[in-house]
C-alpha cells in the first residue's frame, strides 16, 4: 500500500514540477510554419495568418505576428538562446503537454494540444504602444 502510495505521490509531484528540456532539442522538434488559426479568439488581420519557428546554430527564433486595433502590427519577433533559456515540460491534468519557455527575462507557454494543434501564450506581451496583455496565438502545424 506504501508503494502504490509513493508511486502515485511520485506522478503528481513530476506533473505538478514539471521536467527539464533541452531548449535546443525543443525548437529543433517545434521548428518550422504555422497557420495562425485565431488571435485571443479573433482572426488574425491580414498579413498575419503565418506564424514562424525557426532553429539556427545558438537560438531559437519565433515569429508571431499580430496587429491591434490600432492599426499598429507587429512581427513579433522572440529569440529563444539555447545557453540561457530554460524549457520545462508538465502535463497538465487535461492531457496537453505543456512546454514553459523562460527566456530573455520573460515567460511564454507552447501548449500541445494534439492533432498538429497548438497554442502560444504570452503572458505579458508588450505592444508598440499602450499596455502589456496576455497576447494568445492558436496555430495549427502546416
Not at 511520485?10 to 532539442?25: M, T, Y
Not at 525557426?54 to 537560438?59: G, L
Not at 507587429?74 to 503537454?97: K, M
Not at 530573455?104 to 492533432?115: F, I
Amino acid at each position: 500500500m506504501k508503494s502504490i502510495m509513493l508511486i502515485a505521490l511520485l506522478f503528481v509531484s513530476s506533473s505538478i514540477l514539471g521536467q527539464s528540456v533541452s531548449a535546443e532539442s525543443f525548437i529543433l522538434s517545434i521548428q518550422g510554419q504555422y497557420e495562425i488559426r485565431m488571435i485571443n479568439n479573433e482572426k488574425p488581420k491580414d498579413p498575419n495568418g503565418l506564424a514562424d519557428i525557426y532553429a539556427d546554430d545558438t537560438e531559437g527564433a519565433f515569429t508571431m505576428p499580430y496587429c491591434g486595433s490600432d492599426g499598429v502590427c507587429d512581427p513579433g519577433y522572440i529569440f529563444v538562446s539555447y545557453q540561457d533559456a530554460v524549457v520545462t515540460e508538465t502535463l497538465l491534468r487535461s492531457g496537453v503537454r505543456r512546454f514553459r519557455i523562460d527566456a530573455n527575462g520573460a515567460t511564454y507557454y507552447w501548449d500541445d494540444l494534439g492533432a498538429g494543434l497548438y497554442r502560444f501564450t504570452n503572458p505579458s506581451y508588450q505592444p508598440l504602444s499602450g499596455s502589456p496583455f496576455e497576447l494568445i496565438h492558436d496555430l495549427e502545424r502546416i
